[in-house]
Nanobody, 116 residues
Framework: QVQLAESGGGLVQAGGSLRLSCAAS????????MGWYRQAPGKQREWVAT???????TYAESVKGRFTISRDNAKNIVHLQMNSLKPEDTAVYYC??????????WGQGTQVTVSS
């Protein structure tokens, strides 16, 4: 059974930083591309970043240069370092394997609130 547990969210002032973590189980983590997604109030869930098994990373334009995704294959954890946070980054953040095979596997998410 796939389980995804996000943590590290909180309340931060604009310009601040947070580091999110996601512990994954029930998958062969080292051969699974992973992504971070977010859903702001009243908006659809959107993709934020992906890290492939090779370590190659891609980012949404809205977070490029501010967010960094990384992975620890020994611990089955994927991180999202978020710097220079803006109020528009306020959302619930989720991690998930990017493969469509896992389309329905979502964790509980972690709330990030950025105050102006």
């Amino acid at each position: 059974q796939v389980q995804l547990a996000e943590s590290g969210g909180g309340l931060v002032q604009a310009g601040g930083s947070l580091r999110l973590s996601c512990a994954a189980s029930g998958i062969t983590f080292s051969i699974t591309d992973m992504g971070w997604y977010r859903q702001a109030p009243g908006k659809q869930r959107e993709w934020v970043a992906t890290i492939r098994t090779s370590g190659y990373t891609t980012y949404a334009e809205s977070v490029k240069g501010r967010f960094t995704i990384s992975r620890d294959n020994a611990k089955n954890i994927v991180h999202l370092q978020m710097n220079s946070l803006k109020p528009e980054d306020t959302a619930v953040y989720y991690c998930k394997p990017t493969s469509p095979y896992y389309a329905r596997n979502w964790g509980q998410g972690t709330q990030v609130t950025v105050s102006s």
